[in-house]
Each structure stands twice: as structure tokens, then as C-alpha cells.
């Protein structure tokens, strides 16, 4: 295990294309995950972690200990990328001895670790046979295994899912985080499905453009993100935007698009104000001019355990979930649509820049 930082760090391609300043400190036997967008600069990231390319500026410490001019080998590191990358016409058994016997351990020693590996990954029975013989999925098993094989201290999975169906997707994360608990190595898992972070992360570091936008939980991220780009990647919100009408002690009164919505914050008077509300803070009502916020229902979506409500309002549309289902067949049998719709003041949240 070893605890990683980044501080300030910044590559510069000769495009131009820049990538950082990165603050980043992953702790000792977490897994963080960098979700992004394609192109944010994830990849960039692990490999100035891993030591391919060197950071232009900025430090990147193991343990407090810089590592510039530390090369690759030196580092303690297991990677997966992308396509795992196997010897196609060398066994399981060979690829996953690979590391240790470059490293020279005893025969014994790295028999005893590949089979140890084999039965936490469940592919025992398939080390005698070739790369070319066996599945994507379980090729990614194999994979994991090699780069786990000489006691890494950290761990860096660059999108080592992404080939695979959504099936055996949903395993292989799930074994990923048992397996990562279990040998508590510190893990740095790239990715820029949102399901994928959340489903296996301590915490998730939100990407774009070469910067960190936030970094949390995945409760904190999805319940308070701190912009607009967060709450829009994440969909985590309605994103509305206002001006501030009235405050009082925290409590303002926002005019969005001429409807006047409660909200909390410490905001002035006169200052523009974007905000996000989840979809299940919303509720509907029927009964029109409960609320002076109205809108026209224009879709209404089954999903697993609720329904997906799109309100168009004032030609923006507002997502609300709800489980409601007598609500859900009152507004098929309601001929115009008519709803209005309200949040608690506290759970929208107020998005910085
Ligand atoms: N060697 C290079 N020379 C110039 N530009 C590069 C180089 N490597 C990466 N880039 C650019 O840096 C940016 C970040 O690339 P990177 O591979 O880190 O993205 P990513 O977040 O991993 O994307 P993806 O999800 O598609 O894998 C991109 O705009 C890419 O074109
Ligand atoms: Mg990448």
C-alpha cells in the first residue's frame, strides 16, 4: 500500500493540449476512480503516475517521496489498460508468472502466488491453456491477475472493463472491489462510466478538460456537486439558473424565467444564481396553482421501481422521478397535462463555478 499525491502537476503536449495543474492525494488502500469525458486527461494522468511521461511541472509523491526521474519498473506498480495487452500464444500460467519470474523469484514462490491468484480470480482451471483459447471476460481476469502478481503497492485500471459485455461487466466490478479490499492495495481506476465509478470507488474524482472539478464520494458528488459540469455529467440535477429577488437569513427567492422559486444560500440581492435539483426532490401535483411553478408533462418513462417524468417548463424540460404510481395514471387519463411541481428549498444546491 502506499499513499499517492499530486501536486500541481501538468503535462503540456507540443499541440498545446495541456493537461493539469492536477491536485490529487489518493489514500493508503483506497480506490479512486477519475470519471470523465473522453479526452479529459485520464489516461495522461496514470501514465504520469506510472512514470511513462514526465510531468513539466508540479510534484508527484509515493509516500511523501518524489518520483521524478524514478523509472516505471522502479515504482511498485500493477497496471491494466484499455486492451489488455497478453502474450496471445503464452498459457494463462505464463502471463501471469511473467512479473515474478522477470524478477527472478523462486520457482516455488511463483507457483504458490499464480494459483493463489488464479482462485481469487476463479480462473484455475484455465492456466494451462493459451491466451487465443479463452474469453474477453476472462482475459480481463487474467489480466488483473498479472498485474497484481508481484505485490504491487498501487494499482492503476485504465478502463480494464470497457470491452465487455454490461453482464459480465457489473461481476468483474464487483469481484475488482472484493478482490481490492482483500489484497488492500492502494487502487487508481480510470473510467467515464458514472455507474461503473459509483458501483466500485471510495471516492470518485471528477475530470474535464485537464482539471480536477471535484472529488468525493459518490454520495457527496451525487448529492452536492459543486458546478455545473459536475451536476450535468453526473445528471444528478436540473440545472435552472436565476437572479436572486429576495433574501432573508439564508432564505432566498429566485427568478427563474419568470417564476419566482424558494431556495437556500447566502446569496445577494441582484446576483445571478445557477442551481441543481434532483429528480427525485421534485414532487408534481395535479391540482393546478398550488405552486406558481407550472409546466406541461411531455413524457412519462417507466424504469426499474419508478417512473421518469419529463415537465417542460417554460420550453426547458425538468426531469422528476417518482414512485407514485396513482399520481403516474392520473396524468395518463389528465387530458392537458397541466402540472405544477415544487422542491424543499434545502435540497437544491446552489453551483459554483
Ligand atoms: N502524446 C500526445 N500528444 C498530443 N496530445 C495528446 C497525447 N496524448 C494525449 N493527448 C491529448 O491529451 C488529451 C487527453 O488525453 P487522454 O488520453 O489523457 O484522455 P482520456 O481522458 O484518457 O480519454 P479517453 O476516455 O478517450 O481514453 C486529449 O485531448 C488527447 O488528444
Ligand atoms: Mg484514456
Known sequence: MVRIDLKGLVREFTDGTKIGPIDLSIRDGELLTLLGPSGSGKTTTLRMIAGFIEAEEGALLFDGRDMVGIP???????????????FPNMTVYQNIAFGPEMAEWSHEKTVERVEELADLLGIRDLLFRKISEISGGEAQRVGLARALAKQPALLLLDEPLSALDPQLRERLQTEIRRIQKKVKVTTIYVTHSQDEAFAISDRVAIINDGRIEQ???????????SNEFVARFLGSGNVLQGTVKQTEGGELCVDVLGVRLPLKGECKVGEEVKFSIKPEDIKIVIEKHITSATGTVTSILPQVGSFKITVDFQDRPIIVLTYDEELVSRLRENGDKQVSFFFEPDLAVILGE
Open 72 to 86: 516505471p519498473r522502479e515504482r511498485n506498480i500493477g497496471m491494466v489498460f484499455q486492451s489488455v495487452a497478453l
Open 215 to 225: 472529488i468525493g464520494t459518490p454520495e457527496e458528488l451525487y448529492d452536492r456537486p
